[in-house]
């Protein structure tokens, strides 16, 4: 049986709003920020003060959506842990910064190692690295952010419905339903083939001084059963799919969207933000900002 997200039903101005508005606004948001090449400054943007912007309207949408620390903590343990381990890569480094501005000037503030043997990595920190990991950690928590609300606010039975109007093929549309409740039913899965291992004596961290080797290892009694069951429920579900006719012709869906002004707002919001942001690439705008206290 397929899982869902932790879906909370509540009537609030986000639950409101057609999942396609919301869907369009999220893939505005994220081009908008993410993939708009410029001149010499980067794809996206990377100007902290812009970024600040479209952080502001992600967290809005948390906040308007009620939803609290406790139901996504999870969640944001797991996107921070990321982006500040991928960030002080760049930071020590310097590597995936090329492109957001000009390495050979920049404004060391410290150098306790100029290079590492044969690897040739410089660990210093500069001004414009300190900016960059800024940008960066904003910039996935926006994307975070921006995410995070579509699983908690969109009722799963909606899935199906919001991609197939939003001019996929039925076969498409329901493709990304069920890969919306893979990662669920996987969780799922992962809990009970654990649980059933270890009524039979199993014990991932077993004995003391286990080193990272051997405890990679003992996943093996885990991700073997995982991995066939995964399998075999896709085959179930595709033969249920055939067996009910899927594909032969258009697909009726039982549950029916209407755009209201709320959701033309939305959609408009995103399509002006993209336009925005597209005007400041064009002029120049939206590379890596240092803030003047750096290079003073």
Not at 137 to 165: E, H, K, N, Q
Not at 174 to 183: E, Q, S, V, W
């Given at each position: 049986?397929?899982?869902?997200?932790?879906?909370?039903?509540?009537?609030?101005?986000?639950?409101?709003?057609?999942?396609?508005?919301?869907?369009?606004?999220?893939?505005?948001?994220?081009?908008?920020?993410?993939?708009?090449?410029?001149?010499?400054?980067?794809?996206?943007?990377?100007?902290?003060?812009?970024?600040?912007?479209?952080?502001?309207?992600?967290?809005?949408?948390?906040?308007?959506?009620?939803?609290?620390?406790?139901?996504?903590?999870?969640?944001?343990?797991?996107?921070?842990?990321?982006?500040?381990?991928?960030?002080?890569?760049?930071?020590?480094?310097?590597?995936?910064?090329?492109?957001?501005?000009?390495?050979?000037?920049e404004h060391i503030l410290w150098s306790p190692v100029t290079g590492i043997g044969w690897l040739d990595v410089a660990l210093r920190i500069?001004?414009?690295?300190?900016?960059?990991?800024?940008?960066?950690?904003?910039?996935?928590?926006?994307?975070?952010?921006?995410?995070?609300?579509?699983?908690?606010?969109?009722?799963?039975?909606?899935?199906?419905?919001?991609?197939?109007?939003?001019?996929?093929?039925?076969?498409?549309?329901?493709?990304?339903?069920?890969?919306?409740?893979?990662?669920?039913?996987?969780?799922?899965?992962?809990?009970?083939?654990?649980?059933?291992?270890?009524?039979?004596?199993?014990?991932?961290?077993?004995?003391?001084?286990?080193?990272?080797?051997?405890?990679?290892?003992n996943f093996a009694p885990l991700l073997i059963p995982l991995t066939?069951?995964?399998?075999?429920?896709?085959?179930?579900?595709?033969?249920?799919?055939?067996?009910?006719?899927?594909?032969?012709?258009?697909?009726?869906?039982?549950?029916?969207?209407?755009?209201?002004?709320?959701?033309?707002?939305?959609?408009?919001?995103?399509?002006?933000?993209?336009?925005?942001?597209?005007?400041?690439?064009?002029?120049?705008?939206?590379?890596?900002?240092?803030?003047?206290?750096?290079?003073?």
């Amino acid at each position: 049986m397929l899982v869902n997200w932790a879906y909370i039903k509540r009537d609030t101005l986000i639950h409101r709003l057609d999942p396609r508005s919301r869907i369009i606004f999220m893939l505005c948001a994220l081009l908008a920020v993410g993939f708009i090449p410029g001149r010499g400054t980067g794809i996206g943007i990377w100007d902290a003060r812009i970024i600040l912007v479209f952080l502001a309207l992600s967290f809005l949408q948390i906040f308007l959506a009620r939803l609290t620390w406790r139901q996504t903590r999870r969640f944001w343990i797991v996107i921070t842990v990321v982006a500040v381990v991928l960030s002080l890569v760049t930071l020590f480094t310097g590597r995936g910064a090329a492109g957001t501005y000009d390495v050979t000037a920049e404004h060391i503030l410290w150098s306790p190692v100029t290079g590492i043997g044969w690897l040739d990595v410089a660990l210093r920190i500069s001004a414009e690295r300190l900016s960059y990991l800024i940008a960066q950690i904003m910039r996935v928590m926006t994307f975070a952010a921006l995410s995070v609300t579509i699983p908690y606010t969109i009722d799963p039975a909606l899935y199906g419905i919001s991609f197939r109007r939003l001019g996929l093929g039925d076969k498409l549309a329901y493709a990304m339903d069920l890969a919306f409740r893979f990662i669920p039913s996987l969780g799922r899965d992962f809990q009970t083939t654990m649980d059933a291992q270890r009524a039979r004596g199993f014990e991932l961290d077993a004995g003391e001084g286990t080193n990272i080797i051997q405890r990679v290892r003992n996943f093996a009694p885990l991700l073997i059963p995982l991995t066939v069951g995964a399998l075999m429920g896709a085959e179930e579900i595709t033969d249920a799919m055939d067996l009910r006719a899927f594909g032969v012709g258009p697909r009726t869906w039982l549950p029916q969207l209407k755009y209201h002004a709320g959701d033309w707002a939305v959609i408009g919001l995103g399509v002006l933000l993209v336009a925005a942001t597209i005007v400041l690439k064009r002029a120049g705008y939206g590379g890596l900002w240092v803030p003047a206290f750096l290079l003073n």
